[in-house]
Each structure stands twice: as C-alpha cells, then as structure tokens.
T-cell receptor, first 114, second 113 residues
C-alpha cells in the first residue's frame, strides 16, 4: 500500500524567505506521480506542482519547486520568496493504482509572518 | 468554465437521515473520485469511477454508495447518516491520458447531528 508522510504539522517562515516542506513516500510501484496541493482557509484544493517518477529534472512552477530524491523517497516542496498569501495548509500526495487515485499526507500548516 | 461542480455547499443532517451529494463535471473526464476530509487531516478516498457504469471502493467506503450512469455525473449517497460522517466532501475528476492532475470541486461541508 502507498503511504505519504508529512512530519511537520506546522511551519513558520518570515515573509520573503524560502521554506521547505517535507514529504516522504512509500510505494512498491515503479510508475507513480507526486503532487503538492495548497488548501487556504477558504477550503478549496489548489494544484501547485507535479513530479513523475521517471522525470529526471526536478519540477518547477514559478516560486514552487519540488526537490525529488528518488532513492530517499522524498519529494519536498520548496517555496521561494514567501508571501503572506502563501499561508495555508499544504498537502503532499501520490498517485497509485490503475485508476491513479491520490493518496494524501496529513498536511503541513504554513504560516508566513510579516 | 464550470469544471467540477458540487452541490450542496453546506448541509446539516440528523442521525439516520439519508442524502445524496451531487457532483458533475463538464470536461468529459473518464475518472471521477470522492474524498472526505476530516478536520485537520488529509483527504481519504471513498469511491472512484473509471467510466460510466464502473465504480470501485476506496479506503473508506463504509456508509456510502455511488453510481455512475453518465460520464458527467457521479453522485455520492449517504444512507443512515452517522456523526462519524461529519466531514468535508470533495469530488474530483481527471481525464484518461490527459495527465495526472486532478480537478477538484469546491467541497460540501456536511454535519450530522
């Protein structure tokens, strides 16, 4: 069975600084996908970034980058130049199974301080 | 651009009542999913469907039923509501062969009292 572990229940970062949110995963599949979603207090799920297991380059989307270390089974999210609007819950997730359903971690609550 | 539409947004049920959460997508996606999110937790998969007429159980299916008679609609049925079903419910969809990204609805906040 697939498992996603996020060990940081809460994180604080100063505005304009970079922050890394940790994510480790466990799977026996060779083909899988790793995601990060943002959930602000309003509740919607916002897609941030995706990394395929066969992708050799780390994924980047604007201020977001995914530090993919396959041998260590980690997929950390790096947010550069944090903004107050980045304060939210962040979920790491992984696709699995023939229907590619997502398995989610428990999330990290990020607070950006002015 | 409707995307994934969930109704209702909020609902309060009494113990033992039944209801159907509606989910519709207008992107012609084959795959659809129902997740629940308990307070302070990640999302857990309830049921999923790979196409009209095909559904399967996820991690937490007990107390729920689904049907998929059309590509667009994937309703979630709660029978005999219990307080443990108090949660936020998300519907999501994705296309087959169109990449891994899931498109989420805005969620339904359900309270069972």
């Amino acid at each position: 069975a697939q498992k996603i572990t996020q060990t940081q229940p809460g994180m604080f970062v100063q505005e304009k600084e970079a922050v890394t949110l940790d994510c480790t995963y466990d799977t026996s599949d060779q083909s899988y996908g790793l995601f990060w979603y943002k959930q602000p207090s309003s509740g919607e799920m916002i897609f941030l970034i995706y990394q395929g297991s066969y992708d050799e380059q780390n994924a980047t989307e604007g201020r977001y980058s995914l530090n993919f270390q396959k041998a260590r089974k980690s997929a950390n999210l790096v947010i550069s130049a944090s903004q107050l609007g980045d304060s939210a819950m962040y979920f790491c997730a992984m696709t699995s199974g023939s229907a590619r359903q997502l398995t989610f971690g428990s999330g990290t609550q990020l607070t950006v301080l002015p | 651009n409707a995307g994934v539409t969930q109704t209702p947004k909020f609902r309060i049920l009494k113990i033992g009542q039944s209801m159907t959460l509606q989910c519709a997508q207008d992107m012609n996606h084959n795959y659809m999913y129902w997740y629940r999110q308990d307070p302070g937790m990640g999302l857990k998969l309830i049921y999923y469907s790979v196409g009209a007429g095909i559904t399967d159980k996820g991690e937490v299916p007990n107390g729920y039923n689904v049907s998929r008679s059309t590509t667009e609609d994937f309703p979630l049925r709660l029978e005999l509501a219990a307080p443990s079903q108090t949660s936020v419910y998300f519907c999501a969809s994705r296309s087959q062969g169109g990449g891994e990204k899931l498109f989420f609805g805005s969620g339904t906040q359900l309270s069972v009292l």
